[in-house]
């Protein structure tokens, strides 16, 4: 069982991040994905999931909505986050699972909005 993800690092308010997560075969198998989030002191949440069909089809929270764009490669068993026009309230830990999630969590990736 794996989860690793990188990408994350600290940015200015406006500043794009590409987050990469590469999941093991029994993880990312033929399963809808999505990447969650976790704030100091809030609940973690969920920000963005992709289907696995198209691998086109993604369904975002509102707040970033025109700003992230989830996608995946299959055959890499991989999933990516591109975050655009990064604001403050985007800092949080970064995490992908499946969607819904498994109860098993990788150590995620930190992304830090601030001038």
């Known amino acids: 069982v794996r989860l690793v993800e990188s990408g994350g690092g600290l940015v200015q308010p406006g500043g794009s991040l590409r987050l990469s997560c590469v999941a093991s075969?029994?993880?990312?198998?033929?399963?809808?994905m999505g990447w969650y989030r976790q704030a100091p002191g809030k609940q973690r949440e969920v920000v963005a999931t992709?289907?696995?069909?198209?691998?086109?089809?993604?369904n975002y929270v509102d707040s970033v909505k025109g700003r992230f764009t989830i996608s995946r490669d299959n055959p890499m068993n991989t999933v990516y986050l591109q975050m655009n026009t990064l604001k403050p309230e985007d800092t949080a830990v970064y995490y992908c699972n499946t969607a819904p999630p498994g109860d098993y969590w990788g150590q995620g990736t930190q992304v830090t909005v601030s001038s």
């Open positions: 992709i289907s696995t069909t198209s691998g086109r089809i993604g």
């Open positions: 075969e029994s993880i990312f198998g033929l399963r809808a």
